[in-house]
């Protein structure tokens, strides 16, 4: 069973870093492209981030580029997001998705809550 | 930037009728469009990828059409499980993968 837990959130004040970690099990972890998905309080889905299998690719929205940045160590099954330049608009739900069929995302993590706020 | 929209914004509807929802694209995103179910509290869970495929364990009530630019998400016979809010994604060439802002399906 794909299981992808997900954890580092909290609040933060607007300027300050997070790491956010996702753990997986399940499947064959460097097989798959994963990303970051993202969801503001009563609002809808906004994809964040992805990373290839080796990492040697990775993609941003553009709100994020410059202060995000993803990682992957394939030895320890896990991803990161390294979050930077936190601004009151990234407050919300982070999810860890695995990528299947080229960017549908067949697996979820639970979510960690980042809150932006002074 | 592809900009998915999808109508209606709330979707009404008695339990075991038929719930159809659509998606549409501002450019062409050929086949590669998933639908997701998001019941409050939880996380999204993929129905449809590939605009037409089922993901494993989803219902055969739950059926997806369309290519290029509009899609469509069938609920044949509403069960009380099935609201909830959904959205539509592409997934065309290389990212940004964009949501559309999702349709609430509540009981009429």
């Known amino acids: 069973e794909v299981q992808l837990v997900d954890s580092g959130g909290g609040l933060v004040q607007p300027g300050g870093s997070l790491r956010l970690s996702c753990a997986a099990s399940?499947?064959?972890?460097?097989?798959?492209?994963m990303g970051w998905v993202r969801q503001a309080p009563g609002k809808g889905l906004e994809w964040v981030a992805n990373i290839k299998e080796d990492g040697s690719e990775k993609y941003y929205v553009d709100s994020v580029k410059g202060r995000f940045t993803i990682s992957r160590d394939n030895a320890k099954n896990s991803l990161y997001l390294h979050i930077n330049s936190l601004r009151a608009e990234d407050t919300a739900i982070y999810y860890c998705?695995?990528?299947?069929?080229?960017?549908?995302?067949?697996?979820w993590g639970q979510g960690t809550l980042v809150t932006v706020s002074s | 930037e592809i900009v998915m929209t999808q109508s209606p914004a709330t979707l009404s509807v008695s339990l075991g009728e038929r719930a159809t929802l659509s998606c549409r694209a501002s450019?062409?995103?050929?086949?590669?469009l998933a639908w997701y179910q998001q019941k409050p509290g939880q996380s999204p869970r993929l129905l449809i990828f590939g605009a037409s495929t089922r993901a494993t364990g989803i219902p055969a009530r739950f059926s997806g059409s369309g290519s290029g630019t509009e899609f469509t998400l069938t609920i044949s016979s509403l069960q009380s499980e099935d609201f909830a809010t959904y959205y539509c994604?592409?997934?065309?060439?290389?990212?940004?993968?964009?949501f559309g802002q999702g349709t609430k399906v509540e009981i009429k």
């Open positions: 994604q592409h997934y065309n060439n290389w990212p940004p993968w964009t």
């Open positions: 450019q062409t995103v050929r086949s590669k």
């Open positions: 998705v695995r990528e299947v069929a080229g960017g549908a995302f067949a697996g």
């Open positions: 399940g499947f064959i972890f460097s097989n798959f492209w």
